[in-house]
Structure formats: C-alpha cells, structure tokens
C-alpha cells in the first residue's frame, strides 16, 4: 500500500511536465540570430497598398532552399514561394507590446508596415510604428530603423532545417535569401 502512496505522486508530476513539454513543442516558436524568440503567427493577411512584383526572379509555387538565419531553422530549410511584392524591406529593432525581451534588427519589415510611413525610403535611426503582426507584439511596436533596401520579398511556406513544425506565410524573405530548389 505504501508504495502506491509514493508512486502515485511521482506518475502525476511525470505526466504534468509531459504535458507541459507537449505543449511548448506545439508552439511555432522562433528565434533570430541574436537569440531572441518570438512566436511567428502565421498570417496570410497582406498590408494596404502592397504591391506585386513585376519582374521576380522567384515566382510563386517555386520551390526554394532559405539561405537566411534570422530565424531559428531557418538556414537550409526548403520551402515554397507563396507570392512576392517589389517595397522597400527595413531591419528594425523593437520592443515587443506583449512585454518580450527587446528585439534587435529583426528581418523584415515592409514599407507598408510601418504607420504613416509614405513612399520615401527611411533612414537609418528613424524612429516608427510597427503596423506588421507577422510576430507576436509586434503590431503597434514603437521601432527604430537599423537599415533599409529596396527589392522584392517572398512570402514563403516552409519546414524548418531541424526538424520543427512547418512555417506558414512566413513574411518576409529578400531574392538573395533563397535559392531555387531542383
């Protein structure tokens, strides 16, 4: 009798911390270079005013390989273009709404999404509103602009490198971020 008073105890805490670690592997959770995560949320939603490429060099349905690492998984995953738009893609740092760790030089931000922004290219150490919520606390983030290129980016499909749970609408990714897949 004594030692169902003690394995009892023991099953109940091993089946919690399962459950707990059950959940978190369910998260699509991500972390950028610098080492911060953040849960991508996976949107289809595209900002006003966004235009399509006229002349990409990835079209949409190509099957690509990431070269990018600002996301955990990221490097060498394989992927799918879902479509691509010609804007001019910032590298921010912000702090989350959702009061996360800061965020340093997140990739990428479109030109659409950030608030009242017009159509002139930003400098370097403009301070803006983030309108994008392709992550979590990012919507309605104050962020400072740490750089600025005008090209066309990729929304994109993809299965992590190590492993982890398929990305969807995985917004943004420039041409020199991919590779065609054969």
Known sequence: MKWKML???????????GSCNA???NET????????????TGTAELPEGLELATDPKFIDGSQVT????????????EGTVLSSYDTIAYEVSYQPTDGGDRVNK?????????KDAGSEELAP???????????EGMKGAEAVIDSAEETTVYMVDYTPANGGE???????LTEDE?????
């Open 7 to 17: 394995v009892l105890p023991i099953i109940a805490v091993a089946l919690i911390i």
């Open 23 to 25: 959940n978190k592997d």
């Open 29 to 40: 959770d991500h972390s950028q270079s610098e080492g911060e995560e953040h849960t991508h």
């Open 66 to 77: 990431i070269l990018a690492d600002h996301m955990e998984g990221m490097d060498g995953a």
């Open 106 to 114: 997140h990739k990428w931000v479109v030109q659409e999404e950030l």
């Open 125 to 135: 150490g403009t301070e803006v509103t983030l309108e994008a919520d392709h992550m």
């Open 166 to 172: 398929k990305v969807t609408n995985h917004k943004w």
């Open 178 to 182: 991919l590779e065609a897949r054969e």
